[in-house]
């Protein structure tokens, strides 16, 4: 069986800090893929971080409530945003690890975002308030099937993964975010656009490693969606890969 490391948000409930993820991402990896998630807690240990990473055979990235901290990829202070310094603390060293370890990484919303700080690139912290940007937030007084339905299509670029997943030139995908990618990280190349032009997933330009990022929520119901199966199925192919060998 694969096992799939994602890292947990570090939440403070009462007095004391806890590590936590959504049971959604964990039932995604267990059900869509039939592999085993394991937990890594946000404790930027590069020993601890090394060892998960020697026991794992793939790295998934989740989304969260929380925002990276924007002093990573030197944007400006925004006080009121909520921050899980602790997960940016494991997860941006852990990403570049990952990938010189040829370890398979998917990254979902926060995750994505995560991606391309840690290899370079800058966020918007509101694309809502950006001069021709839609917004791409969910009414949170919605009940979860809303907040989570298709909101819009995503178009996928020349030869992308996602298209070839699809095997079409666009998908509906759902919309659950506030911040989104200011200016892509080198290496990383564009696999989808929302109507806005707001880039909404991308990979690693190097064909010998997998790096996929999608800002939208697949995990969500999964098994329910072809396409957003089809994306859990590329990772596990990935994963299956690494494990077997030439």
Known sequence: MLK??????????????FHAIGDKYLRAISDSM???PLVIPAMADEHLLAAYL???????????????EPHHYAGNPAPEALRDPARDATCLPLITMAIEADLPVLGICRGFQEINVALGG???????????MLDHREDPNQPLDLQYARSHAVTFSAGSVLGEISGTES???NSIHQQGIDKLAPGLI????????????????RSDRFVLGVQWHPEWKVTENSFYQGIFYAFERACSARVDGP
């Open 34 to 36: 039939q592999a085993l």
């Open 171 to 173: 998908a509906e995908v």
């Open 54 to 68: 020697d026991q794992i055979d793939g790295l998934m990235l989740t989304g969260s409530h929380s925002n990276i």
């Open 190 to 205: 564009v696999e989808a656009h929302s109507p806005d032009g707001l880039i909404e997933a991308f990979r690693l330009q």
């Open 122 to 132: 800058s966020l918007y912290q509101r694309v809502q308030e950006v001069p021709g």
């Open 4 to 17: 799939i490391g994602t890292v947990a948000d570090c939440k403070i409930l009462g007095p004391h800090p």
